[in-house]
């Protein structure tokens, strides 16, 4: 089994990268399921009913999301609407949507997908490695293969995540920093593993936003409204080959593309 990670799309630009070059990786790789994080797909920040709809017909299967995911008001109805769509587990009970889903591949075999969010330099939320117990629970009755995106700052709190999953899921991939590391391995346990995915949009920015604003807002301290730079696109991902009897990573592949404008 070929699973397809989509580092985190960044506004439109990012948004067209997809369109572009989804279709030829399914083909190249020979993907079953395909998985992008989405949380700043809307203009940089969030998502919104239309760009979910976008990202889904052009060939995703699954949308994680992470900190961000909140910033779109017109996306909480949503959240609860679209089992496609994710948010990470370890928010507080009872807001809208999952942090966890049971999806088909193309071949009808079941692949779980588990967003988490990170505590380090981010919000005071909880404990993402207990929830990750509870929830690896509930999935032992479903399937072996499971993919985490774990957003969350630090290497060193993404390194933890999965020394401690190691040989209890498929996958962990890093999200949320944007900056596409070169340390993708198998871990002894059979977990395929990256620190940061990287994102998918604008590559001359500052993590997606346009140069200038992110320079500004440093120089001054004051709160300048980023906008998401244009020029220069790319889409970072990583393929993972899974066996789907006993769900232990197999290889671990990075991807970058950049179109040249």
């Known amino acids: 089994m070929k699973l397809l990670f989509i580092g985190d799309i960044v506004g439109r630009p990012g948004r067209q990268m997809v369109s572009r070059h989804l279709a030829s990786l399914i083909d190249r790789h020979l993907i079953d399921l395909v998985v ?6 809307a203009a940089g920040f969030g998502v919104t009913p239309d760009v979910v709809a976008e990202l889904l017909a052009l060939g995703v299967d699954v949308l994680t999301t992470g900190n961000h995911v ?12 679209e089992p496609r ?8 009970p009872g807001l809208p949507g999952k942090g966890w889903g ?8 079941p692949v779980a997908i588990v967003n988490l969010e990170g505590r380090v330099f981010m919000s005071n939320l909880d ?3 207990r929830a990750a117990d509870a929830i690896l629970v509930e999935l032992r009755r479903r399937t072996q293969v499971v993919l985490v995106d774990f957003h969350a700052e630090t290497t060193s709190e993404k390194g933890a995540m999965a ?3 190691d040989g209890r899921v498929s996958a962990v991939f890093g999200t949320h920093t944007h900056v596409q590391t070169a340390d993708e391995r198998l871990l002894p346990g059979g977990t395929a593993f990256i620190s940061d995915v990287g994102m998918t949009g604008s590559r001359d920015s500052v993590i997606g936003i346009r140069k200038e604003l992110s320079v500004e807002r440093f120089l001054t ?20 080959t899974v066996d789907e009897a006993t769900g232990r990573a197999e290889g671990i592949e990075r991807v970058q593309i950049v179109d040249r404008e």
């Open 102 to 109: 049971v999806f088909q591949t193309s071949a009808e075999l």
């Open 221 to 240: 301290q004051l709160p300048v409204r980023f906008e998401v730079a244009k020029k220069e696109p790319m889409l970072c991902a990583v393929v993972v």
């Open 127 to 129: 404990c993402p490695f």
């Open 163 to 165: 020394a401690y999953l």
């Open 85 to 92: 769509l994710l948010r990470p587990a370890n928010y507080p």
């Open 70 to 81: 909140w910033d779109k008001k017109e996306s909480l109805p949503l959240i609860d609407q």
């Open 36 to 41: 992008a994080n989405a949380e700043n797909a």
